[in-house]
């Protein structure tokens, strides 16, 4: 049975290009980049090209471009970093829909006596400008808002955030692991300090990131030892992650424009031909912009993970926002802080497309889900007209 | 993705009893469309009081879809008194294992189950909050409920109880009030699942004075919820007589009410070989 990947939000393939271009790094070409010689130079030579190759996809310096091992680790990196330069400054302003990669770091920091402002959404996933330039205080060391949100696609303005921070000398960080290669973007328009980018959510490998770390901003390093990235990240370079995430930049601005419309033109049809064959439906976020690819759909009286399994019988790969899928027990805390409501919020489904999503995959998914949806509630003891009084909850 | 055993996936995919029954002896209804799991439960016994019948509908995910369709297999063909026996580790065991994190499933299908026997021996449901101090407002659950999770299945630490209850799982507020019931509760014996086999026989005096204490703190405040009431007449040995008071005296169910619920209480509680009557005084 083929495989339908519609879960491109969580991971993408690795491009058949990527994997050509790393190939040589596993095995012949093992030197250290560090090393004096020239077997390690000419690897320092194709990591150097990686860099110009995600500088020039980001519109910044190479020497701008820090490689981490993932966005976790930067994002890390980026936070931690801004508090430390500003040891005066206690607040930070972030938002309640960031990827735990940011809240448990906001988490991690309150707990260490730092004041949080973490700004709210609206139904439709929506910032609030009021409500962010009211929280911007003399004393706010960092704002870090995500630039496109991972489960929703919904995008935030994070140029005008940016732009407002710096008015008020109040240093910015973007988690762009989602937006990357789906939207355009420039740091020469971006006024932030720090954007976090993720090779596996590009058609790069996993185990690779990068943190640009704008020139005059303030860095101090997450990790310590030795000399590499001129300092700012100590550590052995993983070179065959950063030449795959060099290939897989580039690749990502040639497609940038094709690709994306192709992808927004099959999510919309998806979309609509969902919302027209499955009553008491729902988008969430399905009136503001979002990602090209990403479309977040509920489907009341039914539960996520049930869904998930029985696509998953149709080599149907999604993803769910429901508590079952984690462990939690709570569901997603992104679709909750827009306050689906409960009739909704545990059946949200999470389709995520690439570049290499065909019509012919949206076609089975339009075929299949229907009747899954349609099988669950007739197992469900809830229904339209029957729908439970439900309990006030926190 | 979890791992679920090959007799999980094959009651999600082709779950056994799935409906309703129009004309059920017994419903039993658990759960929350705000929890994220509901179960319904139907039951239809035959003209000598076994499960004829059992069928579910149920909201939720692939464990709690198979938990309910095994309870119904299960329940057929059992009497009442062998079904009310059926616990969520008897559910758990019956699919060949749960994920722990997904043993609440298991313990739905005990609640349901608890909740139709109660609905057939014409009990109101259980509500909540008169059953105890809800300890996780997230997920509603008392304190009692987490204390029968502990003793039942031996849970030493808050994820098992958030795993067998869901309390916790939400807000997390309520995990030190978990903590110190598990502490409070250290050291005492689990709750052997046939209590009275395990036990000693009981002196006459034991045995009085257990009942006394049965019928004054379990007994006497559930009929009280309803307007009746019971009074303790005489125990000669096993045999317990008592006076039912208020709304319990005049109620069509009142027998259902003393051999079903007071009778299989003091079973329960005290010995396997009581039996109750009525008596007028």
């Known amino acids: 049975m083929k495989t339908i990947y519609l879960d491109n939000n969580a991971t993408t393939r690795t491009a058949p290009e990527v994997i050509q271009e790393m190939q040589p790094f596993f095995g012949e070409y093992y030197g250290n980049p560090s090393s004096m010689h020239s077997f390690g130079g000419y690897v320092q030579q194709k990591i150097a090209l990686a860099r110009e190759r ?44 960031e990827h735990p990669a940011v809240l448990s770091t906001m988490k991690y920091l309150e707990g260490k006596g730092y004041r949080i402002t973490y700004l709210g959404v609206d139904q439709e996933g929506r ?46 960080h973007t988690d762009a692991v989602q937006a990357m290669g789906k939207i355009s973007m420039s740091l020469n328009d971006l006024p932030v300090d720090y954007l976090v980018l993720s090779g596996h959510k590009i058609h790069g490998p996993k185990g690779v990131g990068a943190l640009y770390v704008r020139k005059k901003s303030p860095f101090r390093p997450y990790i310590m030892g030795g000399h590499q990235e001129r300092g700012r990240r100590a550590g052995t370079e993983n070179t065959t992650g950063i030449i795959g995430l060099g290939k897989a930049m580039e690749l990502a601005m040639t497609h940038l424009e094709s690709g994306n419309k192709k992808m927004a033109d099959l999510r919309d049809r998806l979309e609509q031909e969902l919302l027209k064959s499955v009553p008491r439906s729902r988008v969430n976020g399905e009136n503001v912009n979002r990602l090209p690819n990403t479309l977040n759909i509920s489907f009341s009286y039914v539960e996520g993970e049930a869904i998930l399994l029985l696509l998953d019988q149709d080599g149907i790969c999604a993803s769910s926002g429901s508590a079952c899928t984690s462990g939690s027990l709570e569901p997603s805390h992104v679709l909750r802080a827009m306050g689906v409501p409960f009739t909704h919020v545990h059946g949200s489904i999470r389709f995520s497309l690439s570049r290499y999503t065909t019509d012919q995959e949206i076609d089975l998914v339009l075929d299949r889900l229907p009747r899954i949806i349609q099988r669950l509630r007739d197992m469900s003891p809830f229904s339209a007209g029957n729908e439970p009084v439900l309990p006030n909850k926190k | 993705m979890w791992e679920y055993t ?23 209804e658990v759960g929350s469309l705000a929890c994220g799991d509901a179960l319904k439960l139907f039951i239809k016994l035959d003209d000598s009081g076994r499960i004829k019948d059992a069928r579910f509908k149920t909201f939720g995910c692939a464990s709690a879809i198979a938990s309910s369709s095994v309870l119904t297999e299960m329940l057929k063909g059992k009497t009442v008194e062998e079904a009310s026996k059926i616990t969520n580790r008897d559910i758990a065991r019956e699919l060949g294992g749960l994920p722990k994190e997904k043993m609440h499933c298991s313990v739905m299908g005990q ?13 109101p449901p259980v509500v909540q909050d008169l059953e105890g101090e809800v300890v996780c407002e997230c997920f509603g659950v008392t304190e009692e409920q987490i204390r029968k999770a502990i003793l039942e299945n031996r849970l030493d630490s808050a994820d098992d109880v958030t795993h067998f209850t869901k309390a916790g799982g939400g807000c997390t507020d309520c995990l030190p009030e978990i903590e110190r019931i598990l502490d409070e509760l250290k050291g005492q014996k689990p709750v052997p699942e046939k209590p ?44 317990v ?24 209480k003091l079973k329960d509680r005290v010995d396997e070989g009581i039996s109750v009557e009525e008596v007028d005084s």
């Open chain 1, 54 to 97: 995600v500088g020039a996809g980001l519109g910044c310096l190479p020497e701008e471009v820090v490689f981490t091992s993932g966005g976790t680790e930067a994002d890390n990196a980026a936070i931690f970093s801004a508090v430390q330069a500003q040891p005066d400054k206690k607040h930070l302003v972030t938002t309640r829909v």
């Open chain 1, 127 to 172: 910032l609030d400008m009021d409500e962010y330039i009211d929280s911007l205080q003399p004393e706010t060391a960092l704002v870090s808002v995500m630039y496109a949100n991972n489960e929703t696609g919904v995008i935030f303005p994070v140029p005008e955030m940016a732009a407002a921070a710096r008015d008020r000398g109040i240093l910015f």
């Open chain 2, 6 to 28: 090959d007799k999980v996936k094959e009651h999600f995919i082709n779950p056994r009893n799935a409906g309703s029954i129009d004309d059920a002896d017994a419903v039993g």
């Open chain 2, 111 to 123: 609640q349901a189950l608890e909740a139709a026997l109660r609905n057939l021996q014409g009990l």
């Open chain 2, 196 to 239: 009275s086999a395990l036990k000693k026989p009981l002196t006459n005096l034991q045995r009085m004075q257990l009942v006394t204490k049965v019928i004054d703190e379990e007994i006497r405040p559930s009929l009280k919820k309803d307007g009746g009431d019971i009074d303790l007449i005489d125990i000669d040995k096993t045999k």
């Open chain 2, 241 to 264: 007589l008592v006076a039912l008071r208020g709304a319990c005296s005049g109620c069509p169910s009142s027998q259902v009410t003393l051999k079903d619920f007071v009778e299989k």
